[in-house]
């Protein structure tokens, strides 16, 4: 979008990107949180492939050193301890709501498996969830005990390279 063609009215709302002549309308709510944050999305992904290449360069020298066959099965340790470490990192203590509905839900498929009542449990279950978050507009920490409030205080970080 080019801010020469935009009326006076708009212009105010044209914010300057990475590159200085490309204009960005950072009115839209709904992409706003995506358009800021994209370059510590591309940042996180370029780590995650920089050590995903590192890890897989060690574990084929750790088995050329050990003998055993390669699969994809090595690879499992590292993708589980960055997934988690990338949720705690989006999530904050909030993660701990994320690993606990995903253990429910882990949970459920583990007992109704094979059964037809499964899917129907799974997904009651899951509607109950984005119901009461809506309803009670998340799920805070000081609503379960007073001393947990500590760990929704906001986190500031400094952009200042």
């Not at 995506?34 to 060690?58: D, H, I, Q, V």
């Not at 690879?75 to 997934?83: D, H, K, L």
């Not at 690993?99 to 459920?108: F, G, K, Q, R, T």
Request: net charge positive.
């Amino acid at each position: 979008m080019d801010s020469r063609s935009q009326s006076g009215t708009s212009r105010h709302v044209l914010l300057g990107s990475i590159l200085s002549f490309y204009s960005k309308d950072n009115s839209d709510h709904q992409y706003r949180s995506f358009r800021n944050n994209l370059l510590p999305l591309l940042s996180l992904a370029l780590g995650y492939l920089g050590t995903s290449y590192l890890y897989t360069r060690f574990s084929n020298t750790r088995r050329a050193l050990t003998g055993k066959r390669s699969d994809k099965v090595l690879r499992v340790p590292f993708i589980a301890g960055f997934a988690l470490c990338m949720l705690i990192g989006l999530h904050g203590a909030s993660a701990l709501k994320v690993l606990a509905i995903l253990s429910a839900n882990y949970w459920i498929g583990k007992t109704t498996a094979g059964s037809v009542i499964g899917p129907v449990v799974s997904w009651v279950f899951n509607l109950g969830i984005l119901i009461s978050n809506e309803l009670a507009d998340g799920y805070r920490f000081a609503a379960l005990h007073p001393g947990l409030a500590y760990l929704v205080r906001p986190l500031m970080l400094s952009m200042n390279c």
